[in-house]
Structures are given as structure tokens and as C-alpha cells.
């Protein structure tokens, strides 16, 4: 059965301790969320999944972290002072505001109220004082996107590490924006996460690339456990495409809200590179830049053959880790019917996902040989698994299973008076729940062969 609603997941998660609503105990604070215990570690999984596809596997693309605070000239030469923002309309009667996309048949979705302000242009980023005087000029931003501090970086990356075109520069990490209407659990919210790769490719090639990385991206979401058949493409139309873009694809997940964007893929051209480079006229740029007097870069790479300088287009696959999260949680949710009236929910995570690897259960909470042989086995077994290994002594089998079933532990492995004498253990899978008896010396090929932890 896998007919569950939005308040299934979010009750699952505050249950377990995946994700509670941040400042919570003061109220909250509208549009952010904390990872809890479980979370952190669903997400640190998802998030090395990616970096691992781009950076690991292939030797095309470097990885970096940059700040967060922002100098605001990034901002204003990649076009997001101008331009990031959200047309808002006020509701006169009620006094509440709406992102102007969000009004239907010119009323308020409040209070009905036909009493509304024509559309303002608000921008979403946020901004912070930097420094210890507070005048108003010492500010920074924080970053929107994680994309601009790759493009400032360019030339960083590049001479330190060199590479012919195509080549690509990628991070991770937290994007803010303070969005109108927050909503629909971590789908929208003000703090979140982005993985982002620049691809940068020849003018001319850009198109050909666009399709091969949202193909790519397509299987990659497909590796991590979301059915191709809740997955669709969007092709942007040409009014609604950002500043930046001459074409985006977005993949689109059917959420338990609906269809909506996991993940955009853009065609930036040579716009970002273009905006922040010193020396703009001398270098063919397309897109239609600002002047810019203040760059000290020239972003740009030189073909090794014709010694002519080239402003790279580039692909941005551009993915929210937190979308990403709640797509993946919504499709690993299952509630089966078992017998005599009975069920389970059972989370069937990807094993490369699954916040705890393996639980080791000993068969009885107080027995101090079956207690110790766990603690034993778990330290064994922790070193040989990349991720949590958890004893889970909680002296309830039953118990125990239904918990791992739920935050979605590939396997339990109980320690009971014959694993003493034999060191055999047995190890009960979450999907079939079937249990076999294996010898110690055999459980790390076994781990490997059935769940590839
Ligand atoms: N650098 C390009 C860029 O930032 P975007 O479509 O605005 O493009 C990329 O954002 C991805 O970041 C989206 O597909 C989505 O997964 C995620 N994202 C954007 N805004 C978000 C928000 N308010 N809350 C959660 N995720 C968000």
C-alpha cells in the first residue's frame, strides 16, 4: 500500500528523528527545518551519493566549498540584485501578503478580499552586516545559489588544477532565500541545500551537453530508489526561463503535493562567466552582460592550439539536496498488510542511504555474554561498514525489527546463546524479513553481496 499523505511523512519524521521543525520550542521560525539524528545521516548519505557521481567517478570535475557570505558585486554582476525576486501583491482588507502567482481570480486566498495592491517586485535574498559598524554600506549577502562562488572561482580552480575543456566545478552546500510563502514541509523553505555542477563546455557544444547531463541526472535519481514513472520533464518555456538561461529542463517528482521541480537543468551560456570577467570586449561574449569594471579575473580559458581565449558556456545540473530528501522518503514509505490484521511501515531505502546500516540486537537486554558478544560484534562490524552500525538493546526482538523496518535499516543481525558457542548470528532482511544463520567470517561478503555495504 503506498496511497500515504504528506502528514504521514512528517509524523514519520518527527517520530523517528528525522527532521523536526527548527526553533521549535520558542514557536518555530516559518520556512526552516533541523535534521535530526536520523536525518543528518539520510542526508550526509544522499548528498556523498552525489559527490561521489561527479567527483569519484569521473575525472572531469573538481569539487570546492566556498563561503556563504557573499560580497554583494558577486550578486550584482550574476544579475541577482536586479532580477531575484518574486512579484508580491498586499491584501488591503486582511493585511496579509501573497506572491502574486499564488492570487487566483484577482482575490485574496486569505480572505477573499478583491482589495489587493498592484504587484511589487521583492527580492529574496537575505543580507547581513558585516563587521562591527552597522551603517547600512558594510553588508553582505547570503548566498542564493551556490553556483556564483564557482564562476568567482574559475580561474582559482583552473590554474591550480588544470583541465582542457569540457570540465566541471562542483559543491554543495547551503543556499537562503527568503521565500514569500514557505511550504509543503522542506519542499520550500528559507535555509536549504543545492548540489550544483558548472559544466563548462565550447559555445557550439552546449546544446548536445544540455541533453547528456539531464539524462545523467535522470539515472542518478533513478540509482537512488525514485521510480522512473513518478519522474517527468519539463522544458521551461522561453518567458519563464531565469536571466541567466537560453534553456532549462527541470525534473519534475510527483510529490505527495504534486508535480512539482526536484531539480533544474540549465543552458547558463556564457552568461556568468561573460558578467564577472575583467576585459569583456576584448572576448567574444554572447549573452548580453553588464559592463563590469570591477572584476580582477579574466574568466576565460585559452585553446591550446589556436592560443584563441574562450568564454565557456555552461550546463548547470542544479539539485536540492532537501527536495531530494523528501522525494526519496515519499518513495521508500510503504505500509504492507501482514497476517492476522496486522501491518508494518517500512522504509525501503536504498542500503546506500539508509541512515543505519546494520542494527546488532542481543536476544536478551541483561544477559552479559549475549550483551558483550554484541558490543563485540558491532565494533567488528562498524569497522567494516561505511556508515552507522547501532546495538539496539532494547531486550524487545519484535520491537527492534518494526523500529528498523520503519527508519529503514537494510538488516538486523541478532546475537543470541548459540552465537556464543559458534559465533554464527542471525540476520533478518527488512524487505523479505527473512533470516538466515551466518558464520562471523562469512557476515562481510554476505553485507557486501546483499546490500553493498
Ligand atoms: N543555480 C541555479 C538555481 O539555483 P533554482 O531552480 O532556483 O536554480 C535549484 O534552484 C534547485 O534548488 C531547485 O531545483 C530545488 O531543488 C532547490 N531549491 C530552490 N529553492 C528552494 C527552496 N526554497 N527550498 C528548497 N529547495 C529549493
Known amino acids: 500500500m503506498n496511497n500515504h499523505t504528506m502528514e504521514d511523512l512528517v509524523s514519520l519524521c518527527k517520530r523517528r528523528g528525522f527532521i523536526f521543525q527548527s526553533n521549535e520550542i520558542y ?36 569539487g570546492i566549498d566556498s563561503s556563504i557570505l557573499t560580497n554583494p558585486l558577486v550578486l550584482k554582476y550574476s544579475g541577482h540584485e536586479d532580477t531575484f525576486s518574486d512579484p508580491l501583491l498586499d491584501c488591503r482588507s486582511c493585511k496579509s501578503r501573497w506572491r502574486a502567482d499564488h492570487v487566483e481570480d484577482g482575490k485574496c486566498p486569505g480572505c477573499g478580499s478583491e ?32 553556483a556564483q562562488n564557482i564562476f568567482t572561482n574559475f580561474k582559482n580552480v583552473l590554474d591550480s588544477t588544470p583541465h582542457p575543456l569540457p570540465f566541471g566545478i562542483a559543491q554543495m552546500g547551503k543556499a537562503f532565500r527568503n521565500e514569500i510563502t514557505p511550504r509543503n514541509f522542506i519542499f520550500r523553505v528559507r535555509e536549504f541545500e543545492q548540489m550544483e555542477l558548472e559544466f563548462f563546455v565550447r559555445p557550439g557544444e552546449d546544446e548536445e551537453w544540455h541533453k547528456r547531463w539531464t539524462n545523467l541526472r535522470l539515472d542518478w535519481w533513478q540509482e537512488q530508489g525514485i521510480d522512473k514513472e513518478k519522474l517527468e520533464l519539463y522544458h521551461v518555456p522561453e518567458d519563464e526561463l531565469a536571466h541567466y538561461s537560453k534553456a532549462t529542463v527541470d525534473i519534475m517528482y510527483k510529490y505527495p503535493h504534486g508535480l512539482e521541480e526536484l531539480e533544474g537543468i540549465a543552458n547558463r551560456t556564457d552568461f556568468d562567466l561573460g558578467s564577472h570577467t575583467k576585459g569583456q570586449k576584448d572576448l567574444n561574449i554572447n549573452a548580453k552582460v553588464e559592463k ?36 526519496i522518503l515519499n518513495e521508500a514509505y510503504k505500509v504492507e498488510d501482514l ?18 546500516k546494520l542494527a546488532v540486537i542481543p536476544l536478551k537486554r541483561n544477559d552479559q555474554a549475549i550483551v558483550n558478544a554484541s558490543r563485540e560484534l558491532k565494533s567488528k562490524l562498524q569497522k567494516a561498514v561505511t556508515g552507522r552500525v547501532l546495538l539496539e538493546n532494547t531486550g524487545n526482538i519484535g520491537k527492534s525489527y518494526r523500529k528498523h523496518d520503519e527508519i529503514g535499516t537494510p538488516a538486523c543481525i541478532t546475537v543470541d546463546f548459540q552465537s556464543i558457542e559458534d559465533n554464527t548470528y542471525t540476520i533478518r532482511d527488512r524487505d523479505t524479513m527473512n533470516q538466515e544463520r551466518v558464520h562471523l567470517d562469512d557476515i562481510k561478503a554476505y553485507l557486501i553481496q546483499n546490500y553493498n555495504i
Do not use: C
Request: without cysteine; glycine residues 8%.
Open 27 to 62: 514557536g518555530g521560525l516559518q520556512g526552516l527545518y533541523d535534521y535530526g539524528p536520523l536525518g543528518v545521516e539520510l542526508k550526509n548519505n544522499l548528498k556523498r551519493a552525489w559527490w561521489k557521481s561527479m567527483i569519484y567517478d569521473r575525472d572531469d570535475i573538481e
Open 292 to 327: 563590469n569594471t570591477q572584476s580582477n579575473a579574466k574568466l576565460a580559458i585559452q585553446d591550446l592550439n589556436t592560443k584563441e581565449w574562450v568564454v565557456p558556456y555552461v550546463i548547470e545540473p542544479s539539485a536540492g539536496v532537501d527536495r531530494g530528501f523528501l522525494a
Open 339 to 356: 497476517e492476522g490484521d496486522k501491518n508494518r511501515t517500512v522504509l525501503n531505502l536504498k542500503p546506500h542511504l539508509a541512515p543505519i
Open 115 to 146: 482589495d489587493l495592491t498592484d504587484p511589487r517586485p521583492f527580492n529574496l535574498m537575505f543580507k547581513t552586516n558585516v563587521g562591527p559598524v552597522e551603517d547600512g554600506n558594510s553588508f553582505a549577502y547570503l548566498r542564493p545559489e551556490t
